[in-house]
């Protein structure tokens, strides 16, 4: 399908940006730039707004690690060419499986760019008789990266089978802008079907919101000239309908911020440092950009109903 093939297109501009920011020094990612050849410098608007979503982001994933304990397990649907996997391993971050769900023409390109990165490959401590490799799919001691479309359940299933994914331990799930191009009744089916088989979950959704008003409107209107309708964008026309998407797909609880709120509650010390990297002429449409953008968190199980947007001591 056209409109899957130019959703698929986003994740190269994703990247690029984040390669724009980590150039510049909005946060530290040695990884990204074996992945990402482009070297664009974006607006500084998109430079910062791309650092919000990715310390946004990290916020919950250090909690869920600090709340679950080495014994756990991460799900990064839509993953692109994220390097989160080597950077948590960097940090030294504990976990029992990292797995990487995107379509096979996106696995199919990493999988390429991994082989032939020796960093990448000592990154998953194993040799190379240990890691199997097709075309689109790679296992490599905890790493699992497979292709599939999420809107298909039992494809799903047998590819985190195959990944050995363990349904019983606590599980942390990701979505960067993947389930607003999704129908809402396919992102209902897999939501319900994420609670029936993982009964100690958390699932953190960054994405659009507050879509009903003028910008929003013209956020909409450039995806569309790009051949990227948003078919989940009901779900995210405030933040109330966001958390609405998971009470209603069985979730025990959820909480949702807009990024003026997740920039806000980043370090102060680190939002000083990022602030003097380049001048901001354009603070009012940075602003509309958080407006426009959200983190939605979701949990079943008891293990993660606290969970905020504070940092949790060690």
């Not at 430079?47 to 990064?76: D, H, M, S, W």
């Not at 001691?141 to 298909?152: K, S």
């Not at 609670?195 to 009903?212: A, I, R």
Request: proline content about 3%; aromatic content about 10%; some cysteine.
């Amino acid at each position: 399908m056209e409109s899957d093939e130019a959703v698929q297109s986003t994740n190269d501009d994703a990247s690029e940006c984040k390669k724009s920011a980590v150039r510049l020094g909005y946060w530290n990612d040695r990884f990204l730039p074996i992945l990402v050849r482009s070297s664009e410098r974006k607006p500084p608007e998109i430079n910062r707004g791309y650092f919000a979503r990715t310390e946004g982001v990290a916020i919950f994933i250090r909690n869920f690690l600090k709340i679950a304990g080495p014994k756990c397990q991460i799900i990064n649907f839509g993953a692109g060419f994220d390097t989160l996997y080597w950077r948590l391993k960097d940090q030294e971050c504990k976990f029992e499986s990292f797995t990487e769900v995107d379509f096979p023409s996106v696995t199919a390109r990493k999988c390429y760019a991994i082989k032939r990165s020796k960093v990448l490959l000592d990154g998953l401590g194993v040799t190379d008789g240990e890691v199997r490799l097709s075309s689109t799919e790679l296992h490599g001691g905890n790493y699992h990266l497979v292709g599939a479309d999420i809107r298909n359940l039992s494809e799903v299933a047998l590819k985190l089978k195959e990944s050995e994914v363990n349904f019983q331990l606590p599980t942390l799930f990701l979505a960067e802008c993947v389930l607003v191009y999704i129908e809402s009744t396919s992102v209902s089916n897999l939501l319900s079907w994420l609670t029936s088989q993982f009964p100690l979950s958390l699932f953190v959704n960054y994405e659009q919101v507050n879509m009903d008003d003028r910008f929003g409107e013209i956020m909409l209107e450039n995806l569309r000239a790009r051949g990227c309708p948003l078919s989940g964008v009901d779900s995210c026309k405030s933040l109330d309908s966001q958390i609405n998407r998971f009470i209603t797909t069985n979730w025990d609880g959820a909480k949702a911020w807009t990024m003026v709120e997740i920039y806000a509650a980043i370090d102060g010390s680190e939002r000083e440092r990022v602030e003097k990297i380049e001048l901001l002429d354009e603070q009012e449409l940075l602003t509309q950009l958080f407006q426009h953008y959200c983190i939605c968190v979701a949990w079943k199980g008891d293990m993660f109903h606290e969970i905020s947007l504070s940092e949790y001591d060690d």
